[in-house]
DNA sequence: AGGTACTTATAGAGT
DNA sequence: ATAAGTACCT
C-alpha cells in the first residue's frame, strides 16, 4: 500500500485531499515526501494527471518530484502540471496571449534586459542614471509593485508612487509607464509580468479564469512562505472554485522576503479559507541530533516565528566543527582538505557533501583549492552560462527569428559579429523608429524611411541582416527548435568569426555556442519521447517543440556550470540554492560577519532575522556533519580586509561544537610576517586554529568607545529606522527599539548592548551608523 | 566604425 | 579583481 511508507501526520496530510490544505513543514521532516504521496494518492482515487497543478519555487525542485513521482506511478505522470510559477504560467500566457495584448512569441526578459532597456529610457529623459535613478533601483521599484499587483496605470496612484516622490523619485511612475509600453511594443515580459500578466488575463476573461479553474481539480503550492501576494491572489484565484488548494511550508525557512515574498500569506491562508485543515510535520528524518538540536537553538533566537518542536530520533552524531583560519586561502584549502579526508577513509564520496556560501563570488577561493587538489566539483550557479558573451549573442538571434519586434535582440545580433552598423546609426535608427512607433526591425525594413536618413551603405548593411533574420522567422512554425536554431546560429557568422580568430579563448567560446545548440538538441528530444509515450492531447507542454518554446524555457531555467563531466563530485553553491537540498557532510564558510549576516542586513531587524532563518537553512541541510569556517582577512574588492566571526556563531548553544580536537592538525601562520599581519595570534595559538568558543566573546563583544573614529557620519533623522543598529559615542552599541520623528521634540528608544535602554533626544544626541 | 588604453564603480540572494 | 564605461586614436 502506497502511503504505508509515511508517518500518521504525513499520511493525514497526504490523504487530505479536498478543500484547503496547509502542511507546516519543519526542515527535513518528509516534506517531499508527503506531497509526492498526496500526488500519487489523488491519482490513484481517480484524478487525471493534467487535472493536478503543482506549484514549486526552483525548477529543481519541480524536475526531482516528478521524477519521484513517476517512480511511484508510472510515466502518465508526466502530464502533471509541474513547474515553476513562471514557468507554468509563461506557457499557460503563451496559449493565451491575446487575451491580454501579447503575442504568443513573447520575449521574455532577464533581468539584464530589462536593466538596460530602463537604462536607455531614462537617458532618453535626461535623468541621473547613475544615481538617483540608477537601473538597478528602478527596476527593483518597478518589480515591486508588480509582485503586489500594481500596473503602471495604477502606480500612479499607489503608496509605492508616495515613497518615490519623499525619496526625490518624482518620475518613477512615468518611467514605469514608458517601460510597460516599450515592453508591450517589444513584445516582452519580464520575470514579473509573467505573475502580472498571469493575473491580469484571469481576471480579465471569465470564460479563461473557468477554463483553468476547471482544468486544475487539485492544486499545490511547494514553498509556500516563499510567495509573493501576486503569487497567493492568483493561487487563490485558480482554487475559487473547487477549493482544493494544498499548501506547504515552514516559515522559518522563509528567505525570500527581500523578493517581495511575504509572511503574510501563510497566516492569511487560514483566513482565506475558513476551514482548513492543518497539518503540522515536526520529526526530522534527515539530520543528526546534535545539528537538529543546534539549528534549533539557533532559529530560536528570532521573535517573529510560528513555534514549533523540530525533533529527531536521529543519533546524535558528531559535534559541529568550528574553525577559523588567517585567510579565505588558507580557508578554502582547508576545506578542500578535509574533503579529502573525508572521502579517503572511504564512507563518503564526494556527491554527499557540500560548501555553501553566502555570496556567489565565496566559490573562487574554493574552486582554486579544490583544483589545485584535483578533487572534482560542480558549482550550481544560476548566471555563468548564459551570461557569456557568445552565448548572449547567439541567443539574441535566436530571440530576433522569433520575435522581430524584441529591440533588445535586435541591438545586439546587428553588431554581433560586427557588420558596420555602430552607435551612431542604432541611435539614429532608435530615434526613427521610436517617432513611428515602430519596432527597430520595422524601421530597418522600410526602405522608404531608411532612404530619409542613411546612403546606400548603411541601407544594404540593414536589410542585409533583416533578409536573414526574416528568412528564419517565416520558418518558425515548421522547423523545430533544434534544426531552425542550429541554422540560424550558422547563419549568423558567430561561429566563423571565431574560427578565425584560432586561439584558446575562441575555441571555448565555439565550445559554448556547440553546448548551446546541444541543449537544443535534447530539448527537441526530449519533448519528442513524451509524445511517444501518450497522446491524449491534454497536456500544455508536450507537443510544443518550437524555437519560441525553447526560448521562453531557458529563459526560466537557471543554469548548473558544469566544470567537470563526472557523476561524482563536490556542490558548490549558496544557500538560497540548496534550499530543498540535503547533504552528508556540509561546509558553510565565510561564517563572518558583513558577509554573513551581510552588511546591508545590518540596518533592519527584519533583514537580520530572515538572515538567520538563512542560517537556519544552512545548517539544516547537513545530515550527519556540519563544519563551520571563517577567516581571519579575506581579499573584497581587490583589498584586504579584516573580519570578525558571525554573530551567528554565537546563537549556537556551545554544547552543540565540537572542543576541537581534530583542529589540532591544523597549522597557522608562522612566519614573521605573518606575525605581524596577525598581531592578536599569541605563540601558543600558532600551533592550532582557535578555537571560537572561547574566541567569540572577547572578539565581539570587546568593542568600547574607542571605536567612534571610524564610524560613518552622524546619523539625519530620516535615515534612522527602528531595529537599526547604532553607534553612541557615550553608550556605545545598541538598536533603535522604537522613533518618534518630530523634528524638535523627536525621540528615539534605543537598547544598548552595555547600558541597556535609554531615551535619547535625537536633536542631541549624535547617532551614528553601527556595523 | 571600431579598437585600445585608462577610469570607475562594484557584488546579496534568483525566477 | 573585474566588468563596464569613457576618452581618445586609427
Redesign the pocket.
Known sequence: MLLDDLNSEQRAAACQTEGAVMIVAGAGSGKTRTLTYRVAHLLECGAKPWEILVLT????AADEMKERIIGLVGKSARYIFMG????VFSKILRLEAEHIGYMPNYSIY???DSK?LL?KIIKEHDLDY?HLY?P?KVLGRI?KAKSQLITSAEYYFSDLCKLDTADGLKYMADIYREYDTRMKQGNAM???D?LLNMYLLLKKSEETRMKYQQRFKYIMVDEYQDTNRAQYIITNMLAAGHGNICVVGDDAQS?????GADINNILDFRKHYEDTHTFKLEKNYRSSGNIVEAANSVIDKNKRQIKKNVWTDNPEGEKIGLVRLSTDREEADFVAMRIRSLTASGDCSLKDIAVLY?????S?SIEESLRLKNIKYLV????SFY?R?EVKDALAWLALVVNNRDNQAFERAV?SP?????????A?LNAMARERGLSLFDAATNTELLQTAFNYG?IKKLQDFCGIICAYSAKCDEADAFELGSRIIEASGLKDCLRMEKTQDSEDRIANIDELIDSMQSFVEAEREELVNELTGESLDTEDRSLAAFMQQIS???DTDSTSDEKDYVSL?????SKGLEFKHVFIVGMEEN?F?????LASMQ?ME??RR?FYVAMTRAKSSLCLTCACTR?????LTFSEPSRFIRDIDPRFLAGGEEKKKRELPKSETDRKMFPWMKPSQEKKPLPLTSLKHNTLTKKTAEGAADKGPVLAMADMEEGMQVWHDRFGKGVIVSLNRDEKNGRAVVDFEQFGQKTLVLLFAKLRKSN
Open positions: 519555487f526552483t525548477n529543481k515553476t510559477f513562471h514557468s532577464s533581468t539584464s538596460s537604462k547613475e540608477k538597478d518589480s519580464d520575470f514579473d509573467l528567505i525570500y522576503a527581500f523578493r553566502r555570496r556567489n563570488r565565496q573562487r550550481m550557479n544560476n548566471t551570461e558573451k553588431s560586427k557588420r558596420g552598423i555602430g552607435e551612431t546609426t542604432l539614429k548603411t526560466l531555467v537557471s553553491m549558496t544557500i538560497h540554492a558577509i549576516p551581510s552588511l546591508s542586513a533583514e530572515e538572515e538563512l581579499y573584497e574588492y581587490g583589498q
